[in-house]
């Protein structure tokens, strides 16, 4: 089992940046995969990011050269670091694992995207 808690929500002007972390409950570095989602109201929730064991990454196409998922082993926790944040990327973000066939979520963190 992996439990996983974000953290680095926050409001934040247009343009601006934030870092989001997800820390799991277990060593990552058995974890399949690692991933960042996000669920704006009244929309379905979306792959944003994601990393595999082997580190290769793939991005929406909405937040391609905008955002950076990267993944530190040493402290079991992986991040997301965004730039030139846009209005349209106001959601709540969840910290999502692929760990032994079983998908694992965190509780999720608010990002809002606001002047």
């Known amino acids: 089992q992996v439990q996983l808690v974000e953290s680095g929500g926050d409001l934040v002007q247009p343009g601006g940046s934030l870092r989001l972390s997800c820390a799991a409950s277990?060593?990552?570095?058995?974890?399949?995969?690692m991933g960042w989602y996000r669920q704006a109201p009244g929309k379905q929730r979306e792959l944003v990011a994601r990393?595999?064991?082997?580190?290769?990454?793939n991005y929406a196409d909405s937040v391609k050269g905008r955002f950076a998922i990267s993944r530190d082993n040493a402290k079991n926790t992986v991040y997301l670091q965004m730039n030139s944040l846009k209005p349209e990327d106001t959601a709540v973000y969840y910290c999502n694992a692929l760990y032994l066939g079983l998908t694992y979520w965190g509780q999720g963190t608010q990002v809002t995207v606001s002047s």
């Open positions: 277990r060593s990552i570095f058995g974890i399949n995969a």
């Open positions: 990393i595999t064991t082997a580190g290769s990454t």
